[in-house]
Structure formats: C-alpha cells, structure tokens
C-alpha cells in the first residue's frame, strides 16, 4: 500500500509527520547475523539554510583500513551491548559532532547484509533545525547536506550487472560522481519507504566489488 508523500518543498511538521507516518505502515525486515557483525547507520533528514529538506552524507578519510575514500552514512558496528539506535546515535556524534537523541529517531529500514561482514541497521532521523558539522578528520574527509530532490533524479536508480555476481548492482548518481551500495541501496530505500510511502526492498542489490572488502 502506498502512503503520504512527504512533501519535498520545505521541513516542516507535515514532512516530519509524513516520514514518520510512512515508515511505521512499513514492514522492515531484520536479518541474522549467521557470522556477521551487526552495524549500524544514522539517515539524518534535516533542511538546509532554505528550509528544503537534505539528508547527510560523508566521504570516508582515505587512509582508513577498512573502505577509505568511500562515500558513506555515518555509522558503524555496534559495541557490546548497544542497541542500533544507540549506535547510530554514538557514531552521528564521533564522525560529524552532531547530537540528536530518541526523538528524532522516524522509524528503520530494512537491514541490508554487506560483502564486508556486517548486518547494516539504517535508523532515520528528523531533525527540525540545520545542524552545524564538524567532521572527524582521523574518520571523515568531507561531510555533505545533499537535497533530497536529488533522489528523484530520472537517472535514479542506476542498476547494472557484472561478471562476478548474478545480483543487480545498485548506483546513485549524486554530487558528480556514483554513490554505490549498500549506501545507494539505503537512501534508495528512504526515498522508496520514507518520502514516498512505497514497499520496495533492497537487500537483494549487489555492491561492487572494490567494496566486498
């Protein structure tokens, strides 16, 4: 069943509701770890300096061990005995010194299981006001406020195969260059889920293979 469309034009309550409204109609699927490790992402909604509604993405610092130089959501694994939520919340704050609490949390999308070994748990907040970033330099290279309307380019999704899997490889075409899964699939997802209240899933996209490491 299809929900509220958030509106695109400007945050407000209508927007906040619509958002939170449409991920609670959804059914989001969780995974087993079978060996994995869990993860978790924070989707950060907010409006930039013309109230029109963005969403954060960062360009992980190039000398990182694992996925450097790789465009991503703020986030990580989770430490003992932290919930996703609690995750997402601590990581938010590590990489991009911003700090939200419960109350902005809208709701989840489906976990997404990544070549690397980990279950991703993307948590999507709202915030009502502009947040001021101050990246992490030791995790993150650049931080982005990137607008929402972006994900409704014509040209998104970009789903190709390759010779190495039979799955789908999903891409976005964002800030001049691809973003790729399972980043791409998660704010694919939102866009689906969140803005526009459709049931649609992800977790059967392939990812490049540079990032299966």
């Not at 695109?8 to 490790?37: H, I, K």
Request: net charge neutral.
């Amino acid at each position: 069943m299809q929900g509220r469309k958030a509106s695109a034009a400007t945050l407000e309550a209508g927007f906040d509701a619509a958002v939170r409204g449409n991920l609670d109609r959804f059914e989001r699927r969780a995974l087993p770890l079978e060996g994995r490790r869990a993860a978790a992402v924070a989707v950060v909604l907010l409006p930039d300096a013309d109230a029109s509604p963005c969403f954060l993405l960062t360009r992980r610092a190039a000398k990182l061990r694992a996925h450097g130089g790789q465009w991503a959501l703020p986030g990580g694994r989770l430490d003992a005995g932290e919930t996703a939520q609690e995750a997402a919340l601590r990581e938010l704050g590590e990489e991009l010194g911003v700090t939200l609490s419960g109350e902005h949390v809208a709701g989840a999308l489906d976990d997404y299981p990544t070549r690397s070994g980990y279950v991703i748990t993307p948590i999507v907040f709202v915030s009502p006001r502009p947040q001021i970033l101050q990246p992490n330099p030791r995790e993150v290279a650049s931080a982005h406020s990137v607008p929402i309307r972006l994900l409704e380019d014509p040209e998104v999704p970009r789903v190709r195969f390759i010779p190495e899997s039979d799955r789908p490889v999903l891409s976005l075409p964002l800030l001049g260059t691809y973003i790729h899964a399972p980043t791409a699939a998660v704010l694919y997802q939102l866009r689906e889920v969140a803005i526009h209240g459709r049931e649609t899933r992800v977790a059967h996209f392939e990812q490049p293979v540079f990032a299966w490491r």
